[in-house]
Structures are given as structure tokens and as C-alpha cells.
């Protein structure tokens, strides 16, 4: 049971962000160790070469210029007290060429062919001269498993008469390279550990934060979402994920307090007709009553059933508002005719209320619109104007361009008004003046809700403005055709 719970830890493990950090950190820790690793074998092996043939080429032109200066003519050489061979005048000459250098392990110096010098280990050998440009150094590799198990390297100068070579063989680079690679053998296994380690602790330390902020959001539940995640001030990716998640839990909260403000006050706005219905009703069964009782009865239940359709209207109307299931069909509309149809439809109600339905419009302009969604805006903003309106006080539709191809629509009563600390709210959905909470004129709430949905719909702007004890005016501003 514990291996498999260990097992099962374990595959966990290597699928979290932290496993994948540390493999790959330590990975690309690893890459650029062999990168530096094989850059610095690639460079020593090139200036271990390029030194070697430099001091070659010095020796073979230091050993010319002896033999040359001395201008000893070596076809008439006879032994003397001194010099036994031309070997021994030679050698006299380059003495200080070929003793103070260690890198001239070979030296062979040729004179019209015949070999006139040539370093005790060469002794039994002849190193063969290829042919070179005269005057130049060439350097040159050879094998010869005689002389040394490594690659030679040769500086070969053809000069005047002379032919020299000064070689040597490249088993201090062989050693030089192999003591790296010994090195980087000894040292992988620390790097790795160092790798692993480091991009443990780096991962460790970076992932930190989301571990905090992972334990934060489990503490924030529906009864505490005006809590906050600490970090927000940090202007690094952290900062700006708890900076997001903090704006997702504020949409949250105002989600679900705009669902608790809609059940209460859904439930609220139904229960106020439901209970009249009721009670009504109570009363007719209670006692037998008169046609004329009955019918008030009756006429008294439709009114409230027409205010039960009408709010369960509206709250099906925000609910397709809410999954986006509207749709918008603009065609082009004449305001003067239009706005003087939607007045005759809807004089009966001025003339219930006494008050005069009136149209002011400049000119004949037109507008991209749908001319349903649009009317049954118009349609709130009117009836709002003649419940709230004053008696015998005309409600205005005015129609007037604006600076540039903007024009607006404005919906103007002469009332009590709106308190301007209401101003700012009169569009939220449910919100209603405390003054305008009665069954005469109270509706759900949800009419200039509705109104302002249709006029963003439209990408046009709605806007009021309101002198308590005086005038109130909606205006909605669009684009003309």
C-alpha cells in the first residue's frame, strides 16, 4: 500500500509545473556547461596548435639566419682542430636555436640536398621534404610511428640552399586535451547535482507565490468574496495573475449579489399581486356578494394578472438580455412619421392621465434602427413620463441634430423628478425611487433597465437629467443615416 502511494506521489510529482521547471532548467544548466565545455576544448586545441606552429616557424627561420649569417661555404668544408664534420660546424652555428627551445624535439638541416644536419634522435631517419613555396614557412602533419606514437607537426622553410625542419610531436596537446576531458568527466556528476539542486530550489522559490496564492483561493468562498489576494503590488506576472483573479472575484460577488438582488426583489415585485389575488379572492369565497361586488372583484384580479404578466414579461426579457438571445434587425427609419405613430398608439394613456402627448421634431431625419426593440424603448420612456408627469402638463418628444452625423431623441415631463443621488442608479435593474413604490404608478423596477439595454444594443448613449419640482429628460443619442 505505501508503494503504491509512493508511486503514486511520485507520477504526480513529475507532472507538476515544478518537476517541469527543475528538468528543464536543469537541462538547458547541463547544455550550456557541454557548449562552454566543448568551446573551451575547441579553443585549446586551437591555441595549443597555433603556439606550437608559431615557435616552430621562429626556430626554422631563427636557424636559417644562423646558418645564412655565417657565411661559411660548406662545399669546401675540410676538418679541422675544431669542427670534425660539417655536423659540428652546423650544430656550433644553430646552438643557441636548438638548445634554448624545447618544442624543436626534430630538427634536420638540409644544404643543396645533402643532409648536413640533423638532432640526435633523428638519427636512422630521413625526414622527407615536401614541396613548399620557397621562402615560406609551411606547417605540415606526419605520422611516423618511429619517432613518436603522436602526430607530428612540422615547420618545413625552403630558403636559398638550404632546407630545414624543425618538428615536434603533439603529445603535450594530446595530454593537454586529455587532462580536459578527464576534468569534465570528474566534474559532470557535480554539475548535474548543482543542476538538479539549483532548479529545485529555483522552482521551489519562484512557485512559491502560486502555492500562496492557490491556499488564498481556497479560503475565498461565496460568503467571503469581498476578500482579496494579497500581491497585487508586485508588477511582475504574479502580480498581474493576482491582480486578474482579484477582478474575477469582484465580478463574481457583484454576479451573485446581482442574483440575490434579483430573487429577493423578483420575489418581492410577485408577491405584492400574488397576496392582492389571494385576499381578493378570500373575500369573494367568503360571503356571497352582489354581480356588481363580483365584477369589482374580478376586475380588480385582472389588473393584478396583467401586472403578473407584465413583470414576468420583463423578467424574461432580461433573462434573453442576460444569454444574449436578442437580436438586432436595423433597416432605416424616418423619426417624423415614426415618432408620430408611436404618439397616436399611445394617446389613450395621455388622455386617462390628462396629459398632452406632444412632437417637436426639425426637419426629417433618419436613423439605423430596429424599429420594434427601438419602439418598445420609446415606448417606456413615454409611459414613464405620463405616470410621473404632473397633470394637464405635456409630455415633449423632441427630435434635434447634433455636431457631426449624431442625432438625439429626447423625452421631456414636467413633475416631481428624480433626486440627483438617484440619478446614477435610476438604470439599475430593480432600483425604483422610494416615492414611485406604490400600485397606482410602481412598476418591477426593470422598465429603463430595458430601455438602456436596447439603446446600447443600438451602439447609441441614453442620458437624463432631472430638476426636482420641475423638468426630467431622457435623452437617447444615435447615429443618422
Known amino acids: 500500500m505505501n508503494l503504491k502511494n509512493t508511486i503514486s ?3 504526480s510529482y513529475v507532472k507538476t509545473t515544478r518537476f517541469k521547471t527543475t528538468l528543464w532548467y536543469s537541462s538547458l544548466f547541463l547544455l550550456l556547461e557541454a ?9 585549446t586545441h586551437h591555441s595549443l596548435n597555433e603556439q606550437l606552429d608559431i615557435s616552430l616557424s621562429r626556430q626554422a627561420e631563427a636557424i636559417y639566419n644562423f646558418v645564412s649569417d655565417s657565411k661559411v661555404d660548406l662545399n669546401d668544408f675540410q676538418p679541422d682542430s675544431l669542427y670534425a664534420s660539417p655536423e659540428d660546424l652546423v650544430y656550433d652555428l644553430i646552438f643557441e636555436a636548438v638548445t634554448l627551445n624545447p618544442r624543436n624535439t626534430f630538427v634536420q638541416v638540409q644544404f643543396k640536398d645533402k643532409i648536413i644536419f640533423r638532432t640526435e634522435n633523428l638519427m636512422g631517419h630521413r625526414l622527407d621534404f615536401p614541396a613548399v613555396k620557397t621562402g615560406k614557412v609551411d606547417i605540415l602533419t606526419f605520422n611516423e610511428a618511429g619517432l ?9 622553410l625552403k630558403k636559398g640552399k638550404y632546407k630545414i625542419i624543425v618538428a615536434f610531436p603533439a603529445d603535450l596537446i594530446h595530454e593537454t586535451l586529455n587532462s580536459l576531458k578527464d576534468i ?4 559532470a556528476p557535480v554539475f548535474l547535482i548543482i543542476s538538479i539542486l539549483g532548479g529545485a530550489l529555483i522552482s521551489a522559490r519562484s512557485l512559491s507565490r502560486i502555492d500562496q496564492i492557490i491556499r488564498r483561493m481556497d479560503e475565498i468562498t461565496a460568503q467571503n468574496l469581498e476578500e482579496t489576494i494579497e500581491g497585487e503590488e508586485y ?4 502580480g498581474r495573475l493576482v491582480r486578474k483573479l ?19 426583489s423578483a420575489s418581492h415585485e410577485l408577491k405584492t399581486p400574488l397576496t392582492i389575488l ?13 354581480p356588481a361586488e363580483y365584477r369589482e372583484i374580478l376586475q380588480s384580479n385582472y389588473e393584478e394578472t396583467m401586472r403578473l404578466i407584465n413583470i414576468v414579461d420583463k423578467l424574461f426579457f432580461i433573462s434573453r438580455i442576460d444569454h444574449s438571445l436578442i437580436k438586432i434587425h436595423k433597416e432605416k427609419v424616418y423619426l417624423r412619421a415614426y415618432l408620430e405613430d408611436i404618439l397616436a398608439d399611445m394617446s389613450f394613456l395621455g388622455n386617462e392621465s390628462q396629459i398632452e402627448l406632444r412632437a417637436a421634431i426639425q426637419g426629417d431625419v433618419a436613423v439605423m434602427i430596429d424599429p420594434e426593440w427601438m419602439r418598445q424603448a420609446l415606448f417606456n420612456l413615454i409611459d414613464n413620463a405620463i405616470k410621473y408627469g404632473d397633470i ?16 438625439e431623441i429626447s423625452v421631456k415631463n414636467q413633475g416631481p423628478g428624480i433626486p440627483e443621488e438617484f440619478i446614477s442608479k435610476i438604470f439599475d435593474r430593480f432600483f425604483r425611487v422610494e416615492s414611485s413604490r406604490n400600485r397606482t404608478t410602481g412598476g418591477a423596477g426593470l422598465g429603463l433597465s430595458v430601455v438602456k439595454s436596447i439603446v446600447n444594443w443600438h451602439s447609441g448613449e441614453i442620458k437624463v437629467t432631472s430638476e426636482p419640482g420641475r423638468e426630467t429628460v431622457f435623452t437617447i443619442i444615435l447615429q443618422s443615416a
Open 9 to 11: 506521489k511520485a507520477v
Open 35 to 43: 557548449m562552454i565545455g566543448v568551446a573551451i576544448y575547441v579553443y
Open 148 to 156: 613518436s606514437p603522436y602526430t607530428i607537426r612540422g615547420a618545413y
Open 184 to 187: 569534465y568527466v570528474i566534474i
Open 235 to 238: 508588477q511582475d506576472e504574479y
Open 246 to 264: 482579484n477582478e474575477m472575484i469582484h465580478r463574481i460577488k457583484t454576479s451573485i449579489d446581482y442574483m440575490n438582488q434579483f430573487s429577493i
Open 278 to 290: 389571494r385576499g381578493e379572492i378570500e373575500i369573494a369565497l367568503k360571503s356571497p356578494k352582489t
Open 392 to 407: 394637464a402638463s405635456p409630455v415633449i418628444i423632441e427630435v434635434s441634430r447634433l455636431e457631426g452625423s449624431k442625432l
